[in-house]
């Protein structure tokens, strides 16, 4: 507690002669002139922010941002099948499409239990080839109609029509087998 008064005493008896004011706005400038007279220089560099450098890259990064954003709104990801390429094309399309269409309704038709997980292969591997051609087809507007995109895509089209020959050719010789195999079982 002593302390304290001690403290307490020297602050009252000290009021009057404390500097609590803020210094004024040119209290530095006069202090380095002060200094600078005495033959000693010191010189503080002054603070100045410059906006214009941080102004200049962010409007940069505005601009480029908008550049972007605008040539992906007004250009879309283009896609082309083989219908756009020519009448003759158009056509090949065609007769794959409803070839493929037919086999897949056939597979539907005389599938069975026994045949299911053939049938679930044969489907994962059609998925795997419409993804390919839609790549495909994305290529073939990059590369200007580009024959071998086109070869690549009627490719496609017989390697999906071949895989789902192959797959009726197989429910077929299942579905015999099994057929046969009942007529041996109730002879």
């Keep these: ?35 600078q007279q005495q033959n000693k220089v010191v010189t503080l560099p002054t603070k100045k922010r410059n906006w214009i450098r941080p102004l200049s890259i962010a409007a940069s990064v505005a601009v480029l941002i908008g550049i972007v954003a605008i040539s992906f709104i007004s250009n879309p990801i283009q896609e082309a099948d083989l219908a756009s390429v020519s009448p003759q094309m158009q056509e090949t399309q065609g007769f794959f499409t409803s070839a493929i269409k037919a086999q897949l309704e056939e597979i539907d038709k005389i599938s069975s239990a026994e045949t299911q997980e053939l049938v679930t292969d044969a ?65």
């Design 1 to 35: 507690m002593k302390k304290e008064d001690t403290i307490k005493k020297l602050f009252e008896r000290m009021q009057d002669q404390l500097d609590i004011h803020e210094p004024s706005v040119d209290h530095q400038i006069r202090f380095l002139e002060k200094l």
């Design 123 to 187: 489907m994962i591997q059609m998925e795997k080839l419409e993804s390919d051609y839609e790549i495909l087809k994305k290529d073939l507007v990059h590369s200007g109609n580009d024959k071998r995109v086109i070869s690549a895509m009627i490719k496609n089209f017989q390697k999906r029509a071949n895989l789902l020959e192959e797959v009726l050719q197989k429910i077929n010789d299942i579905n015999e087998f099994k057929l046969s195999e009942n007529e041996n079982s109730i002879l």
